[in-house]
């Protein structure tokens, strides 16, 4: 070993990637969102209803996703999924929700607010909603305080004052939830709704309906499925038990037979492992068990990358080149095969990506991931050892040679 600066790298750089491991595991793995196939949570698919005179098109499901969503945060369900399917169906996936039949009871409800008089006229709609807080009257019960902009302020105070004595009718889809005797005008614009809450959690679901407007079309539950926590948490830890296995069964194989090149791919497979777990917390991205599943064929496919550039750099070995020239050869021959069979990888990722939904998209967002990373993990990184190792690695022994 005549020249130890190659050593000295590569020393340096296991020690760097041993000591980078051990500190970001912990972190990256606590701010990984678990899909609700490996935290628990609920699938739901709801199909929209036609009302008289009223067609569904592309734009009312949008408009119907978009006020699901607004509810779906207000409930503070993290990285829900929400999006259309087909012509007239949604689907909603909520991860980690404590009381599934509760959230889609109130993301389902089509919130269509009315303050009707005694004559069954209608003043005021939730159209003219500017805000709702749910809050404690002066008896201690739940109540929730609303507030009409404008326009509303204004066919407000004429409901009260010309209903002076009667009682306005607070109805929410079509149901009677309040019907207060109005005892003197409102020119403000504030309106309470009180009595009838069985807890405070009920003003506040009534206060997120009614701030996130009213659907746009009526939604009836086509499917519902739920994954308790139990069993979440038993996938996720199989999931676990299987990547291992399988990934020290790839590491004991690359050492085996590809020797000290072996070891290093087994460096970089731990690099790459980190660079995708990483890049989904970062990104904010949703594991599912389909995902999981494209993380580990995405491992496969770094390892056959860097089976591609072991097998020529024997070639070359073999044909009488020095080592050093052997992996530079070894390298720019194999780039193009791994790059071609990574990029039509990635195009079927893509398309998943766009067309998936649910569990297809988890598993082609990870493959993406993986498949980019493991570009840089196999052509670069791996190379970067490959030529510290071979200055002071000589003997084609080492080399599977």
């Known amino acids: 070993m005549s020249n130890r600066t190659g050593l000295i790298k590569l020393i340096a750089m296991l020690i760097a990637v041993g000591i980078v491991a051990y500190v970001v595991y912990q ?3 606590h701010n990984l969102n678990l899909g609700l196939d490996l935290r628990g949570g609920v699938h739901v698919v709801m199909e929209a209803k036609e009302k008289p005179g009223q067609k569904i098109t592309d734009d009312t499901l949008k408009k119907t996703v978009g006020v699901l969503r607004n509810r779906v945060d207000r409930l503070g369900v993290k990285e829900p999924v929400i999006q259309t399917q087909g ?15 509760e959230a889609i009871r109130v993301i389902g409800k089509t919130a269509e607010l009315q303050f009707i008089d005694e004559n069954g006229k209608v003043w005021v ?11 404690i009257d002066q008896e201690g019960q739940p109540k929730v305080d609303l507030t009409f902009d404008k326009e509303g302020a204004e066919l407000f105070r004429k409901a009260t004052k010309e209903n002076l004595g009667k009682r306005i009718a607070i109805v929410l889809d079509k149901e009677i939830i309040s019907q207060p005797v109005v005892r003197n005008e409102i020119p403000n614009g504030q309106a309470e709704i009180s009595g009838g809450f069985e807890s405070a959690k009920d003003a506040e679901n009534l206060a997120v309906l009614l701030r996130s407007g009213a659907l746009p079309v009526t939604l ?15 996938s996720l830890a199989k999931s676990i038990k299987a990547g291992i296995i ?36 970062l ?18 496919m770094a390892v056959d990358a860097n089976i ?12 009488g080149k020095t080592l050093l020239a052997a992996v530079d050869a070894g390298f720019k021959r194999a780039f193009w095969t791994i790059f071609d069979s990574n990029f039509t990888t990635l195009i079927a990722a893509v398309i998943l990506m766009y067309f998936g939904i649910g569990p297809i998209k988890g598993f082609a967002v990870t493959l993406a991931i993986g498949i980019v990373t493991s570009m840089f993990t196999a052509v670069v990184f791996t190379r970067w050892l490959l030529k510290w190792a071979a200055e002071s690695f000589r003997n084609p022994k080492y080399y599977g040679v």
């Open 87 to 101: 012509d007239r169906r949604v689907i909603i996936e909520l991860a980690g929700v404590k009381d599934p039949n």
């Open 308 to 319: 591609i550039i072991y097998e020529r750099l024997k070639d070359e070995l073999r044909a």
């Open 283 to 300: 990104g904010k991205f949703t594991l599912t068990l389909p995902g999981i599943a494209g993380f580990l064929l995405s491992i496969g």
């Open 27 to 29: 972190p990256i793995i």
């Open 220 to 234: 009836e539950m086509a499917q519902k499925w739920t994954v308790g926590p139990t069993l979440g948490s038993d």
């Open 246 to 281: 399988g990934l020290l069964a790839i590491l004991i194989f690359m050492i085996g037979y590809y020797r000290l090149p072996g070891f290093l791919a087994d460096i970089s497979l731990v690099v790459y492992s980190m660079l995708v777990l990483g890049v989904m917390a």
């Open 125 to 135: 709609t939730g159209r003219n909603l500017k805000d709702a807080k749910a809050g």
